[in-house]
């Protein structure tokens, strides 16, 4: 039997049993969940104008991510300008507009079978 067990970082308790000799006997134990950490932007610094080019884009691998994708739009969400990942990269490096316009990234994390992202924007 397969079950997915939540992964908010609390106890789970787990009951053991063995019939010996025609007498039922546990044991316990107790573990502690996996927490789960979505990638997060390191540089450049969320909400800073971007000093030239080539822009390099770093993120932590978060924890329990199997997967990230970097997005750059010139509109929320969007991925005009950049959409690479597919595998556990932490860093993109090229080259974006610099008419000081909104530049939007979104970085998303593989963790579970989920996609869950994070919005940043920057001034290009």
């Known amino acids: 039997m397969t079950t997915t067990l939540p992964t908010t970082g609390s106890s789970i308790y787990v009951r053991l049993w063995s019939l010996i000799g025609g007498v ?3 044991t316990d134990y107790t573990y502690t969940e996996a927490t789960r950490v ?3 932007m390191v ?3 969320p909400g800073s104008v971007l000093s030239g080019n080539p822009v390099t884009f770093t993120w932590t691998a978060g924890t329990g991510v199997s997967t990230t ?3 750059v739009g010139t509109t929320p969400g969007g991925l005009d300008l950049v959409n690479v990942g597919g ?3 932490t860093s993109y490096t090229g ?3 610099t008419t000081g316009s909104s530049i ?3 970085l998303w994390s593989l963790m579970g079978g989920v ?3 994070t919005d940043y924007t920057y001034t290009g």
């Open 87 to 89: 595998g556990v990269a």
């Open 69 to 71: 994708y970097l997005w």
């Open 115 to 117: 996609l869950q992202y």
């Open 43 to 45: 540089s450049p610094t």
């Open 95 to 97: 080259t974006l507009p």
């Open 104 to 106: 939007y990234v979104r």
């Open 24 to 26: 039922l006997q546990y």
């Open 38 to 40: 979505k990638a997060a």
